[in-house]
């Protein structure tokens, strides 16, 4: 498992609030993970794929943990990355992983997590917009448009 320094870790939640200058950082001190991190987050596939391809399972386990899966919530207790299992669920609104990660020294975990569930909900509310229900509508068109193409092609 690899150890992410504070200052690593307050340079990504830089990134995850949309600050280049974390973005800089880390592209240029070698935490292509941590960006991939937010993007996979954000439901990015390839960025995903990426964390799995380079034995980042943690940073992976996390993600899916943010999205209420249990098997990764196990994954990283038994793997002992607490400070990343106690983020996923203060993300998911347990006030008790703040509490942990407070007195526990990580601090800079529950900054992250409050940055990354922030951008959720920004994302979320793009997606809620004029322009977002339109996209929305215009994704869900083209999926049925391929789901009769492919119908008539069987």
Known sequence: MKHY??????????????????????????????????????????AFSFLMENKHYILAAFVNAIWDDQ????????????????????????DKAEEFLNKSGFKHYVLLAHAIQSRIHDDGDRNIGPLGTFKNIFNIKQAFKEAFKKDENS
Do not use: P
């Open 71 to 94: 098997k990764a919530f196990k994954f990283l207790m038994d793997a002992k990355a607490f400070e990343w299992a106690a983020s996923a669920n203060l993300i998911n609104g347990d």
């Open 5 to 46: 320094s504070n200052y690593a870790i307050d340079q990504f939640t830089r990134h995850v609030l949309n600050d280049t200058s974390g973005y800089n950082w880390l592209m240029n001190n070698g935490y292509k993970e941590l960006i991939a991190c937010i993007d996979a987050i954000r439901d990015d596939k390839k």
